[in-house]
């Protein structure tokens, strides 16, 4: 079993940035897959960015290329998601899951396939 914890969600006007950090426990290992989603109200949770167990292999939404980035460090077993540029329409919950796999490149863009969910940080940005 694994425990995902999400911090570093807040309010921050438009423009401004924030890091979300996600630190796993509990059963871990190092190949877990890790994805960042996102689930407004009234709209349908999305998938914002994931990153593969080794870290070589990343994917983004084309609504925040460019502006976020995913990363790992594996001693903290800890991912984050910088944000930066945030617009009011980034405002949501962001939920950090986790896969577990053997295969050091995958990454799934599909909520279905992660088995680990956080409780989820909520991200408000004003205009």
């Known amino acids: 079993q694994v425990q995902l914890v999400e911090s570093g969600g807040g309010l921050v006007q438009a423009g401004g940035s924030l890091r979300l950090s996600c630190a796993a426990s509990?059963?871990?290992?190092?190949?877990?897959?890790m994805g960042w989603f996102r689930q407004a109200p009234g709209k349908e949770r999305e998938c914002v960015a994931t990153?593969?167990?080794?870290?070589?292999?990343?994917y983004y939404a084309d609504s925040v290329k460019g502006r976020f980035t995913v990363s790992r460090d594996g001693a903290k077993n800890t991912v984050y998601l910088r944000m930066n540029s945030l617009q009011p329409e980034d405002t949501a919950v962001y939920f950090c899951?986790?896969?577990?796999?053997?295969?050091?490149?995958?990454?799934?863009?599909?909520?279905?396939?992660?088995?680990?969910w956080g409780q989820g940080t909520q991200v408000t940005v004003s205009s």
């Open positions: 990153i593969s167990w080794s870290g070589a292999s990343t």
């Open positions: 899951a986790a896969d577990r796999t053997f295969n050091s490149n995958y990454y799934s863009l599909r909520s279905i396939d992660y088995t680990y």
């Open positions: 509990g059963r871990t290992s190092s190949n877990l897959a």
